[in-house]
T-cell receptor
Framework: EDQVTQSPEALRLQEGESSSLNCSYTVSGLRGLFWYRQDPGKGPEFLFT???AGEEKEKERLKATLTKKESFLHITAPKPEDSATYLCAAHTGGFKTIFGAGTRLFVKA | DAGVIQSPRHEVTEMGQEVTLRCKPI?????LFWYRQTMMRGLELLIYFNNNVPIDDSGMPEDRFSAKMPNASFSTLKIQPSEPRDSAVYFC??????????????FGQGTRLTVV
């Protein structure tokens, strides 16, 4: 069965304290690994797409990486405005998408 | 473009009533998705359309749920009759595939449904 697992469930950081979020996936025919950010009361907002193992993408303080079994979202020197829930999602055949449960990130000033 | 527009933003209804959620995708997007989000189960894909045609409805939980897309700019998700366990936030999203690779989905603000 296709599955996407994110860890940790919640992460509390001090401002400037770098860390990483994990997304492990077991899917047949991965066609893309997506990262989204979701703020309370809003829909998920796209961050990155990764298509093949070894690929990396960066945006401001965020960097996403992909291996054959997992993806990491690295957050460098986070700020309070980075507080949100981060979701990863695996696109499989037929454009079907499987989302992980998310990691709730809290960054304290 | 104003993005994906959903209505209503909030809906409170009594058990047994019919509920209709509405979505206007981004103009030019070929794919439309309906998701349900709960604390227990996270974000679940219910159904998706391509060029107004339902492609995969395997995520629709029961026959009480139905979705339509009569044209490229409008879709509905209907629950009849509604039950308290249907309470959740329902998201609509649209995307435009790029060649053989998927592009990202753009989500609406969601409809928070409460069935009492």
């Amino acid at each position: 069965e296709d599955q996407v697992t994110q860890s940790p469930e919640a992460l509390r950081l001090q401002e400037g304290e770098s860390s990483s979020l994990n997304c492990s996936y077991t899917v047949s025919g991965l066609r893309g690994l997506f990262w989204y950010r979701q703020d309370p009361g809003k829909g998920p907002e796209f961050l990155f797409t990764l298509y093949s193992a070894g690929e990396e993408k960066e945006k401001e303080r965020l960097k996403a990486t992909l291996t054959k079994k997992e993806s990491f979202l690295h957050i460098t020197a986070p700020k309070p405005e980075d507080s949100a829930t981060y979701l990863c999602a695996a696109h499989t055949g037929g454009f079907k998408t499987i989302f992980g449960a998310g990691t709730r990130l809290f960054v304290k000033a | 473009d104003a993005g994906v527009i959903q209505s209503p933003r909030h809906e409170v209804t009594e058990m047994g009533q019919e509920v209709t959620l509405r979505c206007k995708p981004i103009s030019g997007h070929d794919y439309l998705f309906w998701y349900r989000q709960t604390m227990m189960r996270g974000l679940e894909l219910l159904i998706y359309f391509n060029n107004n045609v339902p492609i995969d409805d395997s995520g629709m939980p029961e026959d009480r749920f139905s979705a339509k897309m009569p044209n490229a700019s409008f879709s509905t998700l209907k629950i009849q009759p509604s039950e308290p366990r249907d309470s959740a936030v329902y998201f609509c999203a649209s995307s435009e595939p790029s060649g053989h690779q998927n592009t990202e989905a753009f989500f609406g603000q969601g409809t928070r449904l409460t069935v009492v």
